[in-house]
């Protein structure tokens, strides 16, 4: 019992409306798009956990460069990076 919907466009012709109709009564998510946010919640907060828990502040040397700042903004910038890496290797 399968109905075709067709709409009238203004050139007259009829446009089959039934991927409007399937699109709009997709399933819900799998279950592996689930876990997949469920690591990620769990991975946010552990990282987050780090960040707050290391305040000290440390010198590093990279190269011929000396910074010294808070644990916690080299931790956030390591984690911001590496976002944006696999970020970029996903557009790949």
């Known amino acids: 019992m399968s109905e075709t ?3 009238q466009d203004p050139d007259g012709r009829k446009d089959d ?3 409007v109709v399937r699109t709009a009564t997709s399933p819900p998510p799998s279950r592996s798009f689930w876990l997949g946010l469920a690591l990620g919640i769990l991975l946010a907060v552990a990282t987050a956990l780090l960040i707050v828990q ?3 502040s440390v010198a590093l040397q990279w190269l011929n460069l000396h ?3 808070p644990l916690w903004l080299f931790l956030l910038a ?3 990076s590496g ?3 696999a970020l970029l290797g996903l557009m790949l």
């Open 5 to 7: 919907f067709h709409a």
């Open 17 to 19: 409306l039934r991927g």
């Open 54 to 56: 290391n305040g000290a």
């Open 67 to 69: 910074f010294t700042a």
């Open 78 to 80: 390591l984690a911001v």
């Open 83 to 85: 976002a944006v890496l």
